[in-house]
């Protein structure tokens, strides 16, 4: 059964999600936290059958992290971003991994760059970086090129001051 | 003394025309590929800057088996005659040639073997699989040859097509010749059938442990085994030769095919080379067979 | 090296193994994890040995110089024979820098090798000191970290 966009859109509205049209077929919907498994089996179950990725963003400001799960209909030829917004300060999430296998990577990866701790994840061990000690790279609050002036003595212009 | 010096002479003759085809092989593939080539002395140089290098060995049993393959192979080339000039005369040395030749392979198993390294062991059990697949389809051409001369003996077979062109085995028997060359093909591991060298995908295989020296033996020992397998096809099909010359021009001619082709193919996998081998050379080489017994 | 260029016509040709190298061609930018494979297959290599530094990412960082995981200097983990700079460099630059690094064999200029044997203990030091780290570079490490690390085990 092939939904078209604005039919998806208005069943996500039925259920009292927040709902933004962005491109021809791309939209992305705002859910929370305790709701989060609840609706990706309920779009798993109306043919969004493929998560493309997970991904996060750090919004320091504001003290939080959105996490935006990609999921993708091959029936529908829809891409949905489902963006889920945690306190910053207390990063947990339940783990999706007995949704879709797949995203046992890209949940290490959001943990090993992020600190992000899913919930109920038996392996969060590091995928890309090695015997890493500092706070996880990619958050807005690790200073990078402090970081490579520290450690591998870096030089601005190459060292031509 | 004389019958000393005259298998050492042999042995160096196979050595040098072995690595001056490899350099002119190299030289060959390079202008099919629309390149300038390296010159033609480039293996020899290969070989001095290898053998000035320092190399690493596992163990004893490495070192052994590197010996074991050069000198199996130049075994093998003591029997195979050179226009008429044999280093040990026996009276069937198709046989003896064919039995001798498994065992530099043999040696190179062992050398990568005890190296330890698990991409070498792969290419060595690609290699000796290969053989398994290349041995049949030429071992039944053989059996063609050997039957309507009634003799093994490689003088003998070459001698019978001595006079016009038409005498050779490769015009009265197109078939088994075309079987042979395929054979040939996998025998020297060129490329439709390099699955045991294969550099992208098991790091050369049987030679990926093999630094300085032991690669210099390495590439003796494929210099020689050059020598010795166009040699056997030169003596079977082409009938000889009367001078030395001519016997490598003749010799020349079958690498040449063999470069050729192996510049313009891809490689095929192991299963698939030996399914290759198993079913349209040894058809044909069969077909020679049943051609010649009836 | 494609056709077009033929490295091939100098006698140059790539290998497969470390063990039948010469020339150990770092090319672009190296991270953490290709140095260590980078002075593993380094000390794979049987003597006399050299190394090429390709492209400005491996004299200084190039664009990458203030990545958190990607070295600046290559020459302070390994000895670099010979640096090919630009971002990327032209094929003929290689070429020229392999030829060159075949005069400086010849004049005996090229030996960096030897210098490794010499200093082993400086260059293990700095590979040791970004490769084995045993403190935060910047002070505070973050807790669920930890946590998540001491329940895989």
Redesign the interface.
Known sequence: MKLSKEEIIDLLKQRGLEVNDLYPTQISVIVNKENLINHLVYLKSIGFDHLSFINAVDFIDEGEFELVYHVWSYTNKVHVLNKVRIDRNDPKIPTIVDLWEQAQFYEQEVHEFFGIVFEGNKDLSPLFLENWLDIPPLRKDFDTREFSIRLFDAKPNGGDR | MIEILRVFLFGFFAIFIGLFFMGIGRKIIARIQLRLGPPFYQAFLDVGKLFSRKSITHNFVMDLGMVMSLAGLVATMLFVPIAGHTAIKTSSNLIVIMYLMAIGYLGMAMAVAASGNPNATIGVSRALTMMLGYEVPFFTVMLGLIIINGTSSLELIANSQAGSILNWNMIKFPLGFIAAEIALQAMMGEKPFDAMIAPAEIASGPMVELSGKYLGLAFLTHAVSIFVETAIIVNLFMGGASNIFTFVLKQFEIYLITVIIEAVFPRFKIEQAVKFLWTVPMSIALLQLVLIVF | MT?RW?V????IG????P??A?VLLVTGYVS??TL?RIIRTYEQM???KWVLAFG?CT???GIY?????????LA?YIPVDITVSGCMPRPEAVMDALQTLMKMIQSGEAGAYKKYKENYEYYKANQD??????????G???I??EE?ATS?E
Do not use: C, H
């Open positions: 056709s033929d091939e016509r100098f006698g790539p290998m497969a193994t063990r039948q010469d953490l994890k260590k049987p003597e006399p400005s004299v200084n960082g110089w203030d990545s958190y995981n990607t070295i600046t200097n302070e000191r970004v490769l084995r780290k045993t403190y935060p570079i910047l505070e490490k973050l669920q970290n998540a895989i």
